[in-house]
């Protein structure tokens, strides 16, 4: 069963950029898409990036887009996720999440089969 263990969250302030690290276990770390999603204390879990197996394809929420980053080393079994521009609304406890597919696509919870623990990422303002 795989394992993914998240790293690089902590307190920021607005405007600044942090690193997340999610490092998976197993040998089949690049069949499959990738995928990070956030909460909120007292909000659903939602959707932020996900990248396809080979990370030629990316997928991006709305709120995020030309701030975050997606990206990934098959050779270090690990997806990262670049913030840049960070806002008080990011945060939350970020996960990432091995996907059911190999492409990005799908957004809902219920495609993701393999969660970390998460990381707290707080934005001051």
């Known amino acids: 069963q795989v394992q993914l263990v998240e790293s690089g969250g902590g307190l920021v302030q607005a405007g600044g950029s942090l690193r997340l690290s999610c490092a998976a276990s197993g040998r089949t770390f690049s069949t499959y898409a990738m995928g990070w999603f956030r909460q909120a204390p007292g909000k659903e879990r939602e959707f932020v990036a996900a990248?396809?197996?080979?990370?030629?394809?990316?997928n991006y929420v709305d709120s995020v887009k030309g701030r975050f980053t997606i990206s990934r080393d098959n050779a270090k079994n690990t997806v990262y996720l670049q913030m840049n521009s960070l806002k008080p609304d990011d945060t939350a406890v970020y996960y990432c999440?091995?996907?059911?597919?190999?492409?990005?696509?799908?957004?809902?919870?219920?495609?993701?089969?393999?969660w970390g623990q998460g990381t707290q990422v707080t934005v001051s303002s």
């Open positions: 990248i396809s197996n080979s990370g030629g394809t990316t």
């Open positions: 999440a091995r996907s059911v597919y190999s492409g990005p696509y799908s957004t809902r919870t219920n495609a993701y089969d393999a």
